[in-house]
């Protein structure tokens, strides 16, 4: 029987918080340590089996750096608003306020009964008015310095969710929350500018710590794209359009352009004869999404406008289509269309019957269209023979001379779309008045408070639009009757600045104190799921760089290592849901098995990056080595109470290679997150114990030094033991926190108890292992060379024969040549 248990957990949990003992010291910034884990969203109101394996495991390593001399900051809070808590509301009537409430105090409770050292002095809840008024402060500031703007915009709508969606919320033409395909709807919404840090976002990623995948998620969703805008000026009109390509060395090779669309010059190109046709392929066009329209296996259409277009590089009349595989929102909306050279345009031009010229000549055995190929110029007048490479700079520079072409970068990333429909969320800090038009409100009168009488069924509109006492104001700057802007912020915006206020959580003056933000940031280590590569990890660094523009920070990434952690699944290997019924609940496994086997079940289960299915034989696996841990421990001390001998002998020897054999491994485990190899070494120390302890005479001072060395490593994964487990080797009568496991410094390698007294050589014959042996350290090659030809397989092996050569490598092998 085992006699850890909750009760040790909250003996311990008690002690540090009447001590005070994970308190972050403010005089010690040398070894600060800002440890961060993705704040939870308390809409489940539970915590689940992931939220442990990502908070305890990150608090693992976090113990492990304290015990290293770091000073840690580890801090924890909850993104609280957001659509659940509402869409739970509407459900059930139970007002998101109140439900929210609720959640946070259950995994407070949770959270707390994990024993984790998060400083809960600097929690932040984002719904909390203290919080929010800051977020609001971080919008003006934005919009102050230009950086949000509203606009009238195609925009996704979720049908389901009755809000639209930043692209980021877009996946596969889906809404990232509930599935439902995503639908435009041309709308007036908030959006900032984070297209003004693309380069700035592509480059910052070469200077941190991150995992590649996510780094090229990231560029990928940038999508900086280099190449060259060129003019076509409309046949017999004084009207123009520019078209963005990469490939501007085959210009010679456009035989049509295309239009998208939505491109709003399409209404003036197109001639009365083909009107009605455009109009009906337009409306055929909205119901398009644009993941469809891109797609290169889909069947190309399009309809011609009547009008054409004059190629700038020759002179050349073109006919002007409109097509859907061109896109309105990237590039220019139009493109030049390159049928020989490009797939999609070949697709087209075959479809309609459109001229296909060769401007790139082909490589041997490639003479059939299409292809895409970059080689030499061809059909291109003067700029025969050269490489596409120089052909793309000369054709620029020609074009350039009279105005009608020049380099540009595009990108696939769009400006972060950051109202919604929504009540539950942070009020837009906008004010809208018929004479002065958008004002923004006074920052003395933040925050904007989000009311708590709201009729918030969806319908469409945003709730708050309902509200009189919410809606109607006066302007700041006339005075006159306004009303206020009805729309919530993304809950994003949330949590893109929120590990900046948990230094300083309770300013009520500024969002935080640009020294100790400074001093306290970047964070050091951030851990947390790999879904959010493309929205919150980009949306944070975006939000750190123009706080750092507009004066307020000096640093330029908000997160120097990131890790994901991986997924832990259900015991058949699903996904955990509740519909599934496969959802593991820690709270019972705690009550019983206590938090450090749960704890260390989780770390030794899995590869930390990867997760894996749930299985309750591992847990129970891991209690019984925490019981025999104990019995162990147990033996150990009476061992040392009874005393012994002092000499060293090999008994010991062994122990102690096998000691910092372990404190080696487990330290650089444990610096890279690789929990169960950690763990696994710790058995494997454990066997060792085990076997000294069993020896007829041991020596007590070596023996207790080495327990406390063992309960030092294993209290990363069992702090509430371990503390319990040190204290009784070690009782400490002082005032101070000296009594904690987690005060005194990481066990000390010494590389020289890794140096074995003897080691295993093989013996070959003729370069075939026949032997191997175990001998000494340090003795000479002439002795080597008379063990091995001594040993009593090797004497049989060479009976018969003659011995030509012996060759000694030191320390691993005996080669003896003979025939
Ligand atoms: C002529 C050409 C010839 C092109 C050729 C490609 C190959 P990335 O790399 O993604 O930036 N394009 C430009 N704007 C577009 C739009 N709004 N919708 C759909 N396609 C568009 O792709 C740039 C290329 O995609 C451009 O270069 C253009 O086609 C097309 F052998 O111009 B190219
Ligand atoms: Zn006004």
Known sequence: MSNYSTAIDKKWQQKWEDTKLYKFNPDKMDKKLYVLEMF????????????????????????????????????????????????????????????????????????????????????????????????????????????????????????????????????????????????????????????????????????????????????????????????????????????????????????????????????????????????????????????????????????????????????????????????????????????????????????????????????????????????????????????????????????????????????????WLVSRQRYWGAPVPMIHCDKCGTVPVPYDQLPVELPYNVEFAPDGKSPLAKSQEFINTTCPKCGGHAHRDADTLDTFVCSSWYYLRYPDNKNSQEPFNSEIINSMLPVDKYVGGPEHACMHLLYARFITKALRDAGYLSFDEPFLSLTHQGLILGPDGFKMSKSRGNTISPDDYIKEFGSDVFRMYLAFGFAYVEGGAWSDDGIKSIARFIERVERLLGSSKERIDQGGKTTIDKAEKELNFWRHNSIKAITSDIEILQFNTAVARLMEFANALSKYIQEDSINPEFLKETVIDFIKLIAPFTPHFSEEYYNSFCPYEGADNGYSVFNQGWPELDEKALIKDEVEIAIQINGKIKAKTNIATGISEEEIKEIALAEPHIVEALEGKNIVKVIVIKGRLVNIVAK
């Open 40 to 415: 939870s969203y308390p809409s489940g109101a539970n915590l689940h089996a992931g939220h442990w394996y990502n908070y305890g495991l990150v608090d693992s390593w976090a113990r492990f750096k304290r015990m290293q001399g770091y000073n840690v900051f580890q801090p924890m809070g909850f993104d609280a608003f957001g659509l659940p808590a509402e869409n739970y509301a509407i459900k059930t009537g139970i007002h998101p306020w109140d439900s929210t409430k609720k959640n946070i105090e259950t995994m407070e409770k949770q959270l707390k009964a994990m024993g984790a050292m998060f400083n809960w002095d600097n929690e932040v809840v984002t719904c909390d008015p203290e919080y929010y008024k800051w977020t609001q402060w971080l919008f003006l500031k934005l919009y102050e310095k230009g950086l949000a703007y509203r606009k009238k915009a195609p925009v996704n709508w979720c049908p389901s969710c009755n809000t639209v969606l930043a692209n980021e919320q877009v996946q596969d033409g889906s809404c990232e929350r509930c599935g439902t395909e995503v639908t435009k709807k041309d709308l007036t919404q908030w959006f900032l500018k984070i297209t003004d840090y693309a380069d700035e976002l592509l480059e910052g990623l070469d200077t941190i710590d991150w995992p590649e995948k996510t780094k090229a998620m990231q560029k990928h969703w940038i999508g900086r794209s280099t190449g060259a805008e060129v003019t076509f000026k409309v046949k017999d009109s004084s009207l123009s359009f520019d078209v963005f390509t990469t490939r501007v060395d085959t210009l010679f090779g456009v035989t049509y352009v295309v239009l998208a669309p939505e491109n709003p010059l399409v209404d003036q190109l197109t001639t009365t004869e083909n009107k009605t046709a455009v109009e009906a392929y337009k409306d055929e066009a909205k119901k398009q999404s644009d993941i469809e329209r891109q797609s290169l296996t889909r069947e190309k259409t399009g309809v011609f406008s009547g009008s054409y277009a004059i190629n700038p590089i020759n002179g050349k009349e073109v006919p002007i289509w409109i097509a859907d595989y061109v896109l309105a929102t990237y590039g220019t909306g139009a493109v030049m269309a390159v049928p020989a050279h490009d797939e999609r345009d070949y697709a087209f031009a075959t479809k309609y019957n459109l001229p296909i010229e060769r401007v790139i000549a082909a490589k041997k055995g490639e003479s059939t269209l299409p292809y895409v190929e970059y080689g030499v110029m061809v059909n291109s007048g003067k700029f025969d023979g050269l490489t596409t490479e120089e052909g793309k700079e000369k054709v620029v520079e020609e074009l350039q001379k009279d105005g009608l072409g020049q380099q540009k970068v595009n990108y696939r990333l769009r400006d």
